[in-house]
């Protein structure tokens, strides 16, 4: 079935050329070559990020809360599911609902509205969107062993991103290695958890090269619960010319998870470990198999080199199994187009920071519905659906300097555009559509004490669109729900942040400190009915 046998076959002979033992990985490297040790006491406020205003960026500067973890964190750990690595983090609420790929993410209360995957927070990997146009979230191909680092922004950020009330997660592939390497790794635990797989980086002059592959199959502690997924993930990138890069990002996943369903509380006390006898008689799973294709180019230019242009394009292949009271077949297909531009020039002395690009993303989907028989599909189609999903965004962006070195002032809107249209091809073939757009602006200051002290605050609004499965209606007639409106916030932040340094101390040489007290006003709060 598809490629995956080829991927595990290979797995498997790197597997049993090397020993294996129980929770440990191993690290294959060549010891010719010298290991540089990274200062341990490095400030942390002055790491480097792109998420938070969509431009490069360190921490101390950026007006609101943003995470970066370095792998070095979590590269050891187990690293079964993202609840794993992200738990960790102040602010975020993380909840498995059946597996390590069904897990809610939520930041400030925005996200905890689904009962599975992820929604009003915006999962990027290495910058393309892993969210669907409506908001959804499924985080199948992220695989930590090929992750580089984590950078996270804390609360509304609408104004650079489409249904970002809660915040951004932005996945990043480790493509910035200093060497050429090969790692092959195994994990062993409980509940016959098996992760195997490998990690390849070629460094030269011309480019570098980055190709993953992990294989993981967990049983789970629940009957009719277990899992496997086979991930390939890939990043090449060259440079055609002095401060000009262009990237080719690519990832394959295929998998299964089966669901337990969830238990009455007599249930829970009788045997925690049963499941739903409805979920098994169905054998309600997720079959998935997706891809992406993605393609950046980015280039410097000036005397100074202070203009910034970034395009990036994608495309997606989705092919989903749904089997649960009905069996449900999915074949989404997406486009998508990232650009920004960004300008970086003195005005009467002071820094000032322009920025504005364009976000579009098109997802056109074709939906079968059968009958379930034991978890196969039966032979006549019930429905069939032709539906589509797609959200065009604009920002603008400038960052002025009030007081030389000190005080930053950072204004940013965004205009969004969702829109949603359904054609039944089975009779009594009926269409259908909703729109949703709005625009939300933010203005936020950030005032420094020192290079590595500062405080911020923030006011802006935000709009989280309604998820497509949202808008089922409640009236047969309608193929949406004509009431349900789009999310609205408005928001308000205060903040302190820093790093303390002290390299003659004995302990706490090193201390990094964040403080955000926030205010968020609600206004047509999509909430889950029956």
């Known amino acids: 079935m598809y490629s995956k046998y080829f991927w595990f076959i290979l797995s498997s002979a790197l597997i049993f050329i090397s020993s294996q033992n129980f929770a440990q990985e191993e690290t294959k490297i060549d010891s010719t070559i010298p290991i540089i040790t990274l200062d341990t006491l490095q400030y942390d406020m002055d790491d480097v990020v792109v998420t938070g205003t969509r431009v490069n960026k360190k921490i101390i500067d950026i007006p609101y809360p943003v995470v970066r973890i370095n792998n070095s964190l979590f590269q050891y750990d187990r690293k079964v599911g993202v609840s794993d690595v992200l738990q960790s983090i102040p602010g975020m609420f993380l909840q498995s609902r059946y597996g390590n790929h069904d897990v809610r993410i939520s930041i400030r209360g925005f996200g905890s509205r689904s009962n599975s995957g992820i929604r009003g927070v915006r999962i990027l990997l290495d910058g393309i969107p892993e969210s669907e146009p409506d908001g959804q979230t499924r985080i199948e191909a992220i695989d930590f062993n090929s992750i580089g680092r984590i950078e996270i922004v804390k609360g509304n950020s609408s104004s650079l991103y489409t249904n970002a009330p809660g915040g951004v997660v932005n996945f990043i592939n480790d493509v910035d290695f200093p060497r050429s390497s090969v790692i092959q790794f195994n994990q062993f635990g409980s509940f016959d958890l098996r992760r195997n797989g490998f990690k390849t980086g070629i460094r030269t002059d011309n480019y570098g090269f980055l190709a993953t592959y992990s294989y993981q199959n967990y049983k789970g502690f629940r009957i009719h619960n277990n899992e496997y997924w086979h991930i390939f993930n890939t990043v090449l990138e060259v440079h055609p010319g002095d401060n000009t890069s262009l990237k080719i990002l690519g990832y394959f996943v295929d998998g299964l998870i089966k669901l337990p369903g969830s238990l009455t509380k007599e249930e829970f006390e009788e045997d925690p470990f049963q499941s739903d006898q409805r979920q098994v008689d169905r054998d309600a799973k997720r079959l998935s198999t997706k891809g992406r294709l993605g393609v950046r180019f980015n280039t410097k230019f000036g005397s100074s080199l202070n203009n910034e242009i970034e395009v990036t394009t994608y495309g ?35 820094q000032n920071e322009f920025s504005i690009g364009a976000d579009i993303f098109l997802q056109p989907a074709r939906i079968e519905f059968y009958d379930n028989i034991n978890g196969q599909k039966g032979d006549q189609l019930l429905q069939l659906l032709d539906e589509g999903i797609n959200n ?77 499965n949202e808008l089922d209606p409640f009236d047969p007639a309608d193929l949406y729900n004509k009431e349900l409106q789009a999310q609205e916030s408005k928001n308000f932040e205060l903040g302190i942040k820093g790093n303390i340094i002290s390299y003659d101390a004995e302990y706490f040489r090193k201390v990094l400190f964040e403080a955000t007290v926030f205010n968020i006003n609600i206004d047509n709060e999509i909430v889950p009915f029956e």
């Not at 649960?324 to 531009?341: C, D």
């Open 392 to 468: 065009t965004g604009f920002y603008v962006s400038d960052n002025f300097e009030l007081l030389k070195d000190r005080m930053f002032i950072l204004l940013s809107g965004r205009y969004d555009y969702v829109a949603y249209d359904i054609t039944e091809e089975t009779l009594p073939s009926r269409t259908d559509e909703r729109t949703f757009n709005a625009f939300t602006p933010k203005i936020a200051l950030n005032y420094k004490f020192t290079p590595h002290i500062a405080v911020y605050t923030s006011y802006g609004l935000s709009f989280d669109s309604p998820a497509k």
């Open 316 to 350: 997606t292949i989705k092919f989903f199994h749904r089997p649960s009271r009905i069996y449900k077949i999915i074949n989404r297909n997406g486009l998508g187009l990232t650009t920004r531009y960004a300008n970086r020039t003195d005005i009467w002395g002071l």
